[in-house]
């Protein structure tokens, strides 16, 4: 089976406060249901509120982040699926719960991962 990462940016839920808790149970609902089909890897949201570091190869720290990552935020998850068309049902559950549109993307196999 293969891994997916169905995700999207914060700006892209464009959700009134009144219906957030709503959606926020939407959410969750799908992930039980994932859970359940036992498809669910991980996932969660991007802290906003802590800052990204960029560790190089001596461990040196600095408060950065690689110019094409600067926004990256939002929602996540990864789940392990028997087919790309499983994987667009999935994000598409997600899409509805979370009103907003999803980006899916496969991981590359790896037999050491």
């Known amino acids: 089976m293969t891994k ?13 406060d009144e219906d957030m808790a709503a959606v ?9 249901e994932a859970k359940d089909a036992g498809v669910y890897v991980f996932g969660g949201g ?7 570091l ?3 190869a001596d461990g040196s720290a600095t408060h950065e ?4 990552t ?5 929602g996540f998850c990864v789940l392990e699926l028997p087919s ?6 999935w994000a598409a559950k997600i899409a509805q719960a979370c ?10 196999y790896d037999p050491e991962s």
Do not use: W
Request: charged share 25%; net charge negative; hydrophobic share 45%.
């Open 65 to 68: 982040t690689y110019p094409q």
């Open 24 to 32: 926020g149970e939407a959410a969750h609902a799908v992930i039980r």
């Open 4 to 16: 997916y990462l169905i995700s999207f940016p914060a700006p892209a839920m464009d959700v009134l």
């Open 46 to 52: 991007i802290n906003e509120d802590v800052a990204a």
């Open 54 to 56: 960029l560790v190089a």
């Open 99 to 108: 009103r907003c549109a999803q980006e899916l993307r496969e991981f590359q």
């Open 84 to 89: 790309r068309e499983a994987a667009v049902t």
């Open 70 to 74: 600067k926004e990256f935020d939002g």
